[in-house]
């Protein structure tokens, strides 16, 4: 597995993290303790040292998750995990108040079963709190051996650049994939400024970039999808387009939608981690083997000429989730 460090932070991973929260969380019921320690396991043999998790996925039981299937190599890997809801559920809002910050560091290191985190993330930007004083707390951690790296996720511009001057970030985790490039415009122009790294998050288009899903697809009671607009079965068929266009390049390249997906993202920029999340070994082998599919310049150039004629249909978020990104 190739690797990559997170800006100037030094943090190096592999090249493709995992991320966990569909484990948990998120899409349907929670995988079986087990089959999903096999597959974090696996993750590992094949080369990915970078995991992706939160106390918000479950809540908690995510975390603990990790914590058990990673102990035998904690020293090999690195976790990320997240603070920021209210007792660790979304939708009780945000509090990123420093004494919860600490509390929920200390309880995440007694889930994870690690006496440091790799890199802590503020999960969603909270109004009610300055970012300079998140940034602060997250210092003292740093400064304690608790934390070695201070994250944000979803935040915007001006609270990048607040926060970075306070305690250097070590990457923003946000929504990013050909089928969500608005980070394209302000986001990774900042990041290279600032030198700080860049953790794409649905980096599969929340499975729409596969190609497996239709007009027809039903999903699971409790998949957070049913209340996205682009996943709205109108939505899905006039995006259809842009799944066409990743399918034949697939075919033409001997590969897989996914992997095509992939390797484009990889090819943005070198400080550029993407996070896929699965729960299928299958699916893990196929991510994984997009490191080994670099695309030509073009390729790339053929991609992204034809992207720019492509209009995207519906919003990445309903109005209430779409409220919690930061400015």
Not at 91 to 109: H, K, N, Q
Not at 140 to 164: C, D, Q, Y
Not at 213 to 227: G, P, V
Not at 277 to 295: D, F, M, S, W, Y
């Amino acid at each position: 597995m190739q690797k990559r460090i997170l800006g100037n932070s030094g943090l190096e991973v592999s090249a493709l993290g995992l991320g966990c929260m569909g484990l948990s969380f998120g899409y349907g019921k929670p995988t079986e303790n087990t089959e999903a320690i096999k597959l974090l396991r696996s993750a590992y043999d094949q080369g990915i040292t970078f995991f992706d998790t939160a106390e918000a996925y479950g809540p908690f039981t995510n975390e603990a998750l990790l914590g058990e299937a990673l102990a035998p190599f904690r020293s090999e890997v690195v976790i990320a995990t997240k603070f920021g809801f209210k007792e660790g559920k979304p939708d009780l809002g945000m509090d990123s108040r420093p004494a919860t910050i600490r509390l929920v560091a200390e309880a995440a290191l007694k889930r994870l079963k690690t006496d440091y985190i790799d890199l802590f993330y503020q999960h969603r930007v909270d109004p009610n709190v300055p970012i300079e004083e998140v940034a602060g707390t997250v210092k003292e951690l740093i400064k304690e051996g608790k934390v070695k790296h201070f994250g944000l996720s979803e935040a915007g511009v001006e609270t990048i650049r607040k926060a970075h001057a306070v305690q250097p970030i070590t990457a923003l985790q946000s929504e990013y994939s050909m089928f969500f490039r608005e980070p394209e415009k302000d986001i990774l122009p900042t990041l290279e400024e600032l030198g700080i790294g860049f953790v794409p998050f649905s980096p599969l288009g929340k499975g729409f970039l596969t190609g497996a899903i239709t007009q027809e697809t039903k999903f699971e009671e409790d998949d957070f999808r049913n209340i996205v607009p682009r996943f709205r079965p109108d939505n899905i068929a006039a995006n259809q387009k842009l799944v066409d266009l990743v399918v034949s390049i697939a075919q033409n390249n001997g590969t897989t939608a996914a992997q095509v997906a992939l390797s484009w993202l990889l090819a943005q920029k070198p400080w550029i981690v993407p996070i896929p999340g699965t729960t299928k070994l299958a699916r893990l082998q196929e991510n994984i083997g997009a490191v080994n599919l670099p695309l030509s310049g073009d390729e790339l150039n053929s991609i992204n000429t034809a992207l720019a004629t492509i209009k995207i249909s519906g919003e990445r978020y309903p109005a209430s989730l779409q409220a919690r990104v930061g400015k």
